[in-house]
């Protein structure tokens, strides 16, 4: 009986999703001129925002993830490994998920899984707390481009640190001890300049991934837009919640289908698009959602405690967030000064350092195996 019931429930949702599908397909051939200016659109943030914040991280993760380099690392984050109750070869993609980006603590957790570095256990503990906006996107892009206040940048990075660290420290009350550490080999590393073309070349093959979700979801952001479909719900809504506003709404329902696109509607928003970004920021989008599930499919890694996590981690960064501005008014009596925020695109200044230091890492390996060879 309940085997019929499943089998029915997939037939359903076969079905839903092929009408899906094809009043999808409708709506691209009626305004294809519509979206491709939504894929337009993507391109430039990708271009401007996307690649330029999270590409050099992504290289740098792949890096840390799969070299020597790796041990250091977990020597020197050993107390906040501890502190979570974590294995100490925690510490790349714990790092990588705080300061990387989006996906790059999701990619870090799935290269260490695929070579026993970790459990899958403790990467499914990992991944509810380690898929977080990057600095230079909450600093630059977010902070300084769309609310035009560097400060609070610094707040939205503030509360979403906070609340990752928060939700590991919970998680960890519930971990059950582990008398090893999983998968702590330290052989079998490769040469440095090998780990860096795996990383370069991992880490463009994971930038395609990233920009095409990014592009997609640009372009099915521009057809809801352009269909009315959006506002006409948002005005409905605003019956029912009349304290908020339908333009507000619809920036939000954005925000939830792509964080950066939202984040820029809610910035025409005043106070409550702050804090609705906010939110939204540690939410991730279903974008980002996507972009982590497609990250670590195929690995074993549990994503179901990470699917109930994000509302979570939203509801946590926003009250911290809220506390944060009571703690520092000055953030706001800023932004309230500004009247047209700064356009700006993510700084290179992170990026620019991590690449020029793993060139470094690069030419020091490089001597390694030279010498090596030469006394063979």
Known sequence: MRLEKTKEHGRLGALLLTGGCALLAVA???????????????????????????????VLAGFLATSRASVVLNQVLLPLTKLLRLPTQAASPLLMGLIGGYP??????????????????????????CVNAGPPFLLCAVGVGMFGSL?????????????????GLAMGLFARRQGKDSGGAREGFRPYSVCFVQSVT????????????VVLFSAITALLSASGAVETAGQLLTQWFPAL????LESAFFGVLEVTTGCRALAAHGHAGLLAAAALLSFSGLSVIFQVLAAVHGSGIDTRPFLISRPVHAAVTLGLFCLLLRLFP??????????????????PLGG????????????IGFQGPAQHIKKS
Do not use: K, Y
Request: hydrophobic share 50%.
């Open 202 to 213: 991992d880490g463009c093959s994971g930038m395609i991934n990233i920009c095409a979700f």
């Open 330 to 347: 000055q953030a706001l009596t800023v932004w309230s000064g500004l009247s047209h925020p700064a356009q700006v695109t993510a700084g």
């Open 352 to 363: 620019s350092a991590s690449l020029l230091l793993m060139c470094a890492v690069f030419l």
């Open 28 to 58: 691209l051939l009626r305004g294809a001129q519509v979206a491709g200016e939504g894929v337009r659109e993507g391109l430039r943030l990708c271009a401007d925002v996307v690649i330029p914040s999270l590409f050099p991280f992504m």
């Open 245 to 248: 506003d339908a333009g507000f």
């Open 104 to 129: 790059v603590g999701a990619r870090t957790l799935s290269v260490m899984v695929s070579q026993r570095r970790i459990s899958q256990r403790d990467a499914s503990r990992l991944l509810c707390f």
């Open 151 to 167: 400060q609070l940048g610094a707040l939205l990075l503030a509360a979403q640190v906070g609340s990752s660290l928060l939700i």
